[in-house]
């Protein structure tokens, strides 16, 4: 049983186009993340719900959009793709809000 | 702000040999610290975490970790390497952002090599 899972896998597409990313995870947690992973590595955190509530939005771009349409779902959607948003997307989950528990295998997206 | 140090960008083990992975970490109150690992091509895995208590945590596949308040530090170590080890290690400092809620600020990353 996959706990945290993404889809798709890979994404490539051009630049100016919309794409969104889905996650679920079915560990009955209450608190879900987006995490970007850049080409060296570096992990940051985007997003985090609460019970379906934003309780994080760090510096992100706004063609970024989040959304939960419930505890176990947790959906990206990216405006305008720019080749900076060329990276490693990584959803995860948590029982309490305390930063990130479980991780999904990540969506490698590529903007040509 | 909060942020987190390893040192140690590369490190070359052979196999059956101790391991210990450096994490420094700046937060101005008590952290809760975690160590995560990453195999190529895949997500991140918990191996363990502190949140409070016994300063010395035990994770998953043998590893452990010591919470030391005085040096900022949160080192992982393991007696006895295995191949399968070979991964890269990310150190994450838990901060408080707003209310109860909680935001990870991961290291850069160190990356394990073993030799056989």
């Known amino acids: 049983d996959t706990a945290v899972s993404q889809t798709p896998k890979y994404l490539v597409t051009q630049m100016g186009n919309d794409k969104s990313i889905k996650c679920e995870q079915n560990?009955?947690?209450?608190?879900m993340y987006w995490y970007k992973q850049d080409s060296k590595k570096f992990l940051k955190i985007m997003f985090s719900?609460?019970?379906?509530?934003?309780?994080i939005n760090e510096t992100v771009p706004n063609r970024f959009s989040p959304k939960s349409p419930d505890k176990a779902h947790l959906n990206l959607h990216i405006n305008s793709l720019e080749l900076g948003d060329s990276a490693v997307y990584f959803c995860?989950?948590?029982?309490?809000?305390f930063g990130a528990g479980y991780f999904g295998p990540g969506t490698r997206l590529t903007v040509t | 702000a909060q942020s987190v140090t390893q040192p140690d960008i590369h490190i070359t083990v052979s196999e059956g040999a101790s391991l210990e992975l450096r994490c420094n970490y700046s937060?101005?109150?008590?952290?809760?610290l975690f160590w995560y690992v990453q195999s190529p091509g895949q997500g991140l895995q918990l191996l363990l975490k502190y949140f409070s208590g016994d300063t010395l945590v035990q994770g998953i596949k043998g590893f452990e970790a010591e919470f030391k308040r005085s040096q900022s530090s949160f080192n992982l170590r393991k007696p006895s390497v295995h191949w399968s080890d070979a991964a890269e290690y990310f150190c994450a400092v838990g901060a408080r952002s707003g209310g109860s809620n909680y935001k990870l600020t991961f290291g850069k990353g160190t990356l394990l090599t073993v030799n056989p």
């Open positions: 937060y101005g109150a008590t952290p809760y």
């Open positions: 995860a989950s948590s029982q309490g809000s």
């Open positions: 560990l009955g947690h209450d608190t």
């Open positions: 719900y609460n019970n379906k509530e934003l309780i």
